[in-house]
Nanobody, 115 residues
Framework: QVQLVESGGALVQPGGSLRLSCAAS????????MGWYRQAPGKQRELVAQ????????NYADSVKGRFTISRDNAKNTVNLQMNSLKPEDTAVYYC????????WGQGTQVTVSS
């Protein structure tokens, strides 16, 4: 049974930082592209960042470039998203996705950026 469990979401002030983590089980983690997506109220889910199986290549949404960093630890089956200089428009539920032919999603973690 595949499980992706996100953690680290919280309420943070504008300009603050958060680190999200996603722990995977039930898959050969090192075979999978991993991604972080987010969905704000009333909006479609969108890609935030993605990383290849070996971690050599990453891709970011323009809105987060220079502020967010995706990383993975294949020994620990985890993928992380370091988020700095957070803005109110970063408020959303953040989801972890594993992709290799088919997709697996986590349940999401809430990030709220507000003063």
């Amino acid at each position: 049974q595949v499980q992706l469990v996100e953690s680290g979401g919280a309420l943070v002030q504008p300009g603050g930082s958060l680190r999200l983590s996603c722990a995977a089980s039930g898959i050969i983690f090192s075979w999978y592209d991993m991604g972080w997506y987010r969905q704000a109220p009333g909006k479609q889910r969108e890609l935030v960042a993605q990383i290849t199986p070996g971690g050599r290549s990453t891709n970011y949404a323009d809105s987060v470039k220079g502020r967010f960093t995706i990383s993975r630890d294949n020994a620990k089956n985890t993928v992380n998203l370091q988020m700095n200089s957070l803005k109110p428009e970063d408020t959303a539920v953040y989801y972890c996705k594993a992709s290799r032919g088919r997709d697996y999603w986590g349940q999401g973690t809430q990030v709220t950026v507000s003063s």
